[in-house]
């Protein structure tokens, strides 16, 4: 009996874990610039916009965005994230990397009462 209990468990413990999928709304996980930098769009697909935009570290430092003539616009070191107002593309630019060094950024969005994060790194 114990032993039926115990299987049973361990199936509905793998059943949720494998239905729990991660809604991205579209948005790709992760965006790659090379040490050149660039420009990049990353659009979703949702109905909804994103209504409020930050770049963090992944450490706790954050900055928030700042609203101009309708676009929502941050930047954070070497990567700035901007989106219009109503829209649900963030168009992200990196500045060439000059430190020899791999770096990673992570941009953050509200869609409704859920946050978006998106990583993005650097090559060296």
Known sequence: M???ILIIALMLMAFLFSS????RWGYDNR???????G??????DIDAP??????GDGQGDEKAATEVARVLT???DWLTASVKEADDEIHLVAQRNTTGKKRKLIVFGMVGNRVLDITVVQNK
Do not use: P, Q
């Not at 729990?20 to 809604?23: G, T």
């Not at 965006?31 to 930098?37: E, I, L, M, T, Y």
């Not at 994103?50 to 770049?55: A, M, Q």
């Open 31 to 37: 965006v790659v610039f090379s040490a050149a930098g």
């Open 2 to 4: 114990k032993r039926s």
């Open 50 to 55: 994103l209504h409020s935009l930050s770049i």
């Open 20 to 23: 729990c999928e991660e809604d």
């Open 74 to 76: 941050v930047t954070y």
């Open 39 to 44: 420009e990049e769009d990353v659009d979703g």
